[in-house]
């Protein structure tokens, strides 16, 4: 079994930052991919940025050069550091995972509870 606890969320002024963790436990292979999804309310969940395990990265459009993604590998913890957030970057924050378990050896796909970012104007 495998469990994903984040934390970091928050409340925050337009142009403020936050730090968003997940770490990931449990009966671990390996973990391929690593991202963030965001869903605000009334719309639907939204690729946010994703880290592979060779390290490269990808953002959407509307974050890319406010928004880090980035992972250790040895703590199984992936992290997004926020800059100059927006109002509009509202939403709940999920920690989606990628990996293979030691009790099934095949690819899994794991979810975060989620924390909420709210952002002022």
């Known amino acids: 079994q495998v469990q994903l606890v984040e934390s970091g969320g928050g409340l925050v002024q337009a142009g403020g930052s936050l730090r968003l963790s997940c770490a990931v436990s449990?009966?671990?292979?390996?973990?391929?991919?690593m991202g963030w999804y965001r869903q605000a309310p009334g719309k639907q969940r939204e690729l946010v940025a994703v880290?592979?395990?060779?390290?490269?990265?990808n953002y959407r459009d509307s974050v890319k050069g406010r928004f880090t993604i980035s992972r250790d590998s040895a703590r199984n913890t992936v992290y997004l550091q926020m800059n100059s957030l927006k109002p509009e970057d509202t939403a709940v924050y999920y920690c989606?995972?990628?990996?293979?378990?030691?009790?099934?050896?095949?690819?899994?796909?794991?979810w975060g509870q989620g924390t909420l970012v709210t952002v002022s104007s």
């Open positions: 989606n995972v990628n990996l293979i378990t030691i009790v099934t050896m095949f690819p899994d796909e794991v």
């Open positions: 449990g009966s671990i292979f390996t973990i391929n991919t």
């Open positions: 880290v592979n395990s060779g390290g490269s990265t």
